[in-house]
């Protein structure tokens, strides 16, 4: 199995709701990443979580809450958001620890607020 | 100057031709290099990783040029399938992707 999996596909959220976006991978990778990508830019990372512990957080607002269950699941709560928070965000996972390696992208969640 | 620069294109190339890209890096202890295509509204998918020594898959090839600090990558006999954005991602302590160049295949 060489997917990693996201969900929802799609979302919708008003600027006070609460939501969570949810990522999978069960190819045994170590290191788990949220990225968001704006239209026609590049993604731009947000969190790295090595071991299930973060071990980088690119500035990211606390309106974005990111969380490691286990080593196969990675979450990224999200509260409060504007509506120039509306992206793609796209989860990532990498066999080592270590940034250099290649990593495999899931779908992505498209995520609008209102 | 940004850390990782493509020329955004857009590429419109016809079928059957051969097209190159070059992505410069500014980083001069860059560890690991990649080419990713992302087809429109997915995510990017990892298309080779880019050697000293350079690498060929089947059409595509990879030249790394660390004295020059750039990467290019070389498409023969171009498909329509081939159309797409081509990032360049160039890996230090974070992987770094550059912008992208688009590049359509016309029949």
């Known amino acids: 199995d060489t997917e990693v999996t996201q969900t929802p596909k799609h979302l919708v959220m008003g600027m006070t709701n609460k939501k969570s976006l949810k990522c999978e991978q069960h190819m045994g990778h170590r290191a788990m990443y949220w990225y968001k990508q704006k239209a026609k830019k590049p993604p731009e990372l947000m969190f790295v979580?090595?071991?299930?512990?973060?071990?980088i957080n690119e500035s990211v607002p606390s309106r974005f809450s990111p969380e490691c269950p286990n080593s196969s699941l990675l979450n990224l709560h999200l509260h409060a958001l504007q509506p120039e928070d509306s992206a793609l965000y796209l989860c990532a996972s990498s066999q080592g620890a270590g940034v250099v390696d290649e990593q495999f992208f899931g779908p992505g969640t498209r995520l609008t607020v209102l | 100057r940004k850390e990782v620069e493509q020329d955004p294109g857009p590429f419109n190339v016809p079928e059957g031709a051969t097209v190159a890209f070059n992505c410069t890096y500014s980083n001069s202890a860059s560890q690991s290099f990649f080419w990713y295509r992302q087809d429109c509204r997915k995510e990017p998918k990892l298309l080779m990783s880019?050697?000293?020594s350079g690498n060929e898959d089947g059409r595509f090839t990879a030249q790394l040029n660390r004295a020059s600090q750039y990467i290019s990558l070389l498409i023969r006999d171009s498909k329509l399938s081939d159309s797409a954005t081509y990032l360049c991602v160039v890996s230090g302590e974070e992987l770094t992707f550059g912008t992208g160049t688009r590049l359509t295949i016309i029949p």
């Open positions: 880019v050697y000293s």
């Open positions: 979580y090595s071991y299930e512990k973060l071990s």
